[in-house]
């Protein structure tokens, strides 16, 4: 049987949805059908949640670059591929056709050979927003090696952590990244990081930001000598040839947040990922041919793997990519970038839409967004306010919001509103894709069936079976895998979210459940920021918490006992603040530091993080029971401080 590719009605949808949890290997064998395949496959799906053990198209080969780039060269040659916008105005834009785009990848790809890299073998990505960076990416993955970006935020001890865990042989970095009024030294912090580590042979480096850099001999070496070495020109095209992959082999290593403290590498593989994230990107965005898409995310996290580079690339569309940030040089930034290249389809963060809308409806004078048709909102729940905001003065009241709601772990949008043809909801992701199996559970795993006084059911979010993005095994430790995400509640894949369902099926996320927080949108584990702040000298001990925030979504409260000498507070403040930026990086430093005499603590020794949240987030009375604590005198003394 064949089905439509891309649903365009609600009853389209509910076929589609009712045959892919129905008969799910004749739904994705369907959907497979629109992708380019060295070999097909010999089993759609083989699963259990136990092990846990998932295989999509066994037996099936790829390379997921020929769908992103060769499979193009023909009717699409000619089109933008990727549009790139300069973090300062006054430069100029980039335009790199398929054609062009597929010729840098397989140039790099060459460059990536001659340095020794081999098929398996991890590259880390520490790159700013340039296109570089997706050819990076995309060159890697032609030759079959792992990649393994890391956000240009990260500090060296935090790169050097991820390129121990991953046993990263290869580095592909700038000198510097330009990132609003700033211009972050990367290569600088890639040598901090690189101080004792025994893995790593080859750094190689690309001009952005001409800041000096220290060059050390035989193991670094510069992107444009290299490209230079791969010879091209008319009569002479360099095409390397696709490395063939296995349905299953790693396609890259991603790390994310958990509720410990060291962070875990998400590994996706080659064949679920790319039909995944095309697919979505198809029908969430009812992509239609020659639309410019523009996801404002950065590619060291997820959503700029999905939405920048394979899904669109995959889909034949146009990608737009932004190196700066939305309020510089003005907060009209966005808005200038939508008009000047014509943007379709906006896809950015919460967020983003609060700290623009503080800034009032001045920089919106003079600006026509009238290319917009579709907006896409990701990373974190959005509040009616934000929703409205873009919806009116973004959006002009024609064009569907799609609040997609996923995790580096789901690889692209699990719950979310197909825009314009299935209905939005202010604030709720809405109904879940095809083949995607929600169910809310309480904390023994039983489904929720009782609805609450406002007549929604209320619960821990879990999927049931298997899509074909779910992330595959965190890298060198299964185990990990196994106990993160697919031990708390037998046979469901538990999401770390809570959510809400009501009677049309459609679900509203609520947020984390676990110990993790949401800044801004990225994911931080309490436990990473109190490891970094008990590094501190001073520091004797620490709890994290969130509270709500009004751009950031939430911000991040720590409780410190200090030990030292701290005469000056604020400077203290500042002393902690360094080390935290020096162990995670800039995006971890908390937004409030309280200086405690003591934590409030069980007989046993355990934290109540329950009391201290609610302290952060204002409550001063109904704390609940502390009569279990250790000493109930300390959370009279917190309470005092709160700041
Ligand atoms: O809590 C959910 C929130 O972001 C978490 C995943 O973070 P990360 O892996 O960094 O991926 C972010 C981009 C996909 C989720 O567990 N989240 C993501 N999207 C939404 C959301 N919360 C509410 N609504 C959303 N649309």
Same mark, same amino acid.
């Not at 973004?394 to 024609?398: E, F, L, N, S, V």
């Given at each position: 049987m064949s089905y439509p590719y891309q649903i365009t009605s609600m009853d389209q949808y509910e076929m589609a949805y009712r045959v892919s949890v129905t008969n799910p290997e004749e739904y994705w064998a369907s959907v497979a059908q629109h992708f380019s395949w060295r070999k097909k496959w010999e089993k759609v799906l083989e699963w259990n949640f136990k092990e846990p053990n998932v295989k999509w198209f066994q037996g099936a080969k790829l390379n997921i670059t020929e769908n992103c780039l060769d499979r193009h060269l023909g009717e699409k040659g000619d089109q933008p591929a990727i549009i790139w916008e300069p973090n300062d105005p006054s430069e100029n834009s980039r335009i790199l056709t398929y054609k062009k785009l597929h010729q840098r990848v397989c140039q790099f790809a060459q460059v990536l050979r001659n340095n020794g890299v081999k098929k398996g073998d991890r590259v880390c990505i520490y790159m700013g927003m340039i296109p570089e960076l997706a050819i990076a990416v995309l060159a890697t993955a032609r030759i079959g090696a792992i990649h393994s970006v890391i956000f240009g935020g990260f500090s060296a001890q935090s790169i050097a952590d991820r390129l121990e865990d991953a046993q990263a042989t290869f580095i592909v970095t700038c000198d510097g990244a330009f990132r609003g009024g700033k211009d972050i030294p990367l290569k600088s912090v890639i040598d901090d990081a690189l101080i004792g580590n025994k893995t790593i042979k080859r750094v190689i480096v690309y001009t952005r930001t001409r800041t000096a850099v220290s060059m050390i001999k035989g193991r670094d070496v510069w992107w444009e000598d290299e490209m230079l070495k791969v010879t091209e020109g008319p009569g002479n095209p360099v095409n390397v040839v696709a490395e063939v992959m296995d349905a299953e082999d790693p396609l890259f290593i991603l790390y994310t947040s958990g509720s410990t403290g060291k962070p875990k590498g998400v590994v996706h593989s080659c064949a679920g990922y790319m039909i995944w994230t095309t697919y979505t990107f198809v029908n969430v965005f009812q992509y239609n041919p020659g639309d410019i898409h523009f996801c404002t995310a950065d590619i060291g996290w997820i959503t700029g793997h999905s939405y920048i580079v394979y899904g669109p690339l995959s889909a034949g569309a146009t990608s737009l990519m932004f190196e700066g940030i939305p309020t510089w040089p003005d907060a009209g930034r966005f808005w200038d970038i939508v008009d000047k290249h014509k943007v379709n389809i906006l896809y950015t963060a919460p967020t983003a839409i609060r700290s623009l809308m503080g800034f009032g409806l001045d920089p919106l004078k003079g600006k026509n967004l009238s290319s917009l048709k579709i907006l896409g909102t990701v990373g974190e729940p959005i509040n009616e306010e934000a929703w409205h905001w873009y919806d009116e003065h973004?959006? &002009? &009241? &024609?064009c569907p919001i799609v609040d997609t709601w996923w995790q580096t772990e789901t690889g692209g949008v699990l719950i979310s509103n197909l825009a314009g043809v299935t209905p939005a909801k202010p604030s709720w992701a809405t109904l879940p894709m095809p083949g995607v199996q929600p169910i809310l559970v309480d904390e023994n795993g039983r489904e929720v069936t009782q609805k609450d006084e406002d007549g929604l059911l209320k619960g821990n979010l879990c999927i049931k079976a298997p899509w074909p993005s779910i992330l595959r095994t965190t890298y060198g430790d299964h185990e990990r895998c196994r106990k993160n995400y697919f031990a708390t509640y037998e046979n469901l894949y538990f999401t770390g979210d809570g959510a809400l369902k009501d009677d049309n099926g459609f679900y509203r996320i609520t947020g984390r459940v676990d110990d993790v927080l949401n800044v801004s949108g990225h994911r931080i584990g309490t436990a990473e920021v109190e490891n970094a702040l008990n590094m501190h000298a001073g520091v004797v001990e620490s709890a994290v918490v969130g509270y709500p925030h009004n751009i950031k979504g939430q911000g991040i409260y720590a409780y410190v006992i200090f030990s030292g000498n701290k005469k000056d507070e604020e400077l203290t403040r500042k002393d902690i603040l360094s080390t935290v930026s020096r162990v995670i990086g800039p995006i971890a430093k908390p937004d409030k530091i309280q200086f405690v005499n003591g934590l409030p603590k069980t007989r046993s020794g355990k934290i109540m993080r329950r009391i201290l949240r609610k302290i952060a987030e204002g409550e001063t009375e109904n704390l609940g029971d502390i009569s279990t604590l250790l000493d109930p005198g300390v959370v009279e003394e917190i309470k005092n401080g709160k700041l």
């Open positions: 973004i959006g &002009k &009241k &024609k």
